[in-house]
Nanobody, 124 residues
Framework: QVQLVESGGGLVQPGDSLRLSCAGSGRTLNSFAMAWFRQTPGKQREFVATISASGRAVAPADSVKGRVTLSRDDAKNTLYLQIYSLKPEDTAVYYC?????????????????WGQGTQVTVSS
């Protein structure tokens, strides 16, 4: 069983940057593709970015393209999401996900394990 715990969320101002972390436990994640999704009240969970087990495939969503860096540190069993130039529309709960497959996926249904989420609020 895999447990994922997100951290790094908070209240920031428009234009700020933020780094979210997702720490895994229970199993080594170096064979898992991983991703970040986000969700606002009343809306479906939205794909943000995904990375393959090898770390060579990184696919950000159009809404954040050019403003995110996704990386993984398998020695620490941790996934990171750096978001730059934050906008009010980036406000959401951000969820980390892992799938027991090395290939990255943008589909919510492909992920087996989820964290509890971390709130990001962008407001002046």
């Amino acid at each position: 069983q895999v447990q994922l715990v997100e951290s790094g969320g908070g209240l920031v101002q428009p234009g700020d940057s933020l780094r979210l972390s997702c720490a895994g436990s229970g199993r080594t994640l170096n064979s898992f593709a991983m991703a970040w999704f986000r969700q606002t009240p009343g809306k479906q969970r939205e794909f943000v970015a995904t990375i393959s087990a090898s770390g060579r495939a990184v696919a950000p969503a159009d809404s954040v393209k050019g403003r995110v860096t996704l990386s993984r540190d398998d020695a620490k069993n941790t996934l990171y999401l750096q978001i730059y130039s934050l906008k009010p529309e980036d406000t959401a709960v951000y969820y980390c996900a892992a799938r027991d497959d090395p290939y990255a996926s943008m589909l919510y249904k492909d992920y087996n394990y989820w964290g509890q989420g971390t709130q990001v609020t962008v407001s002046s």
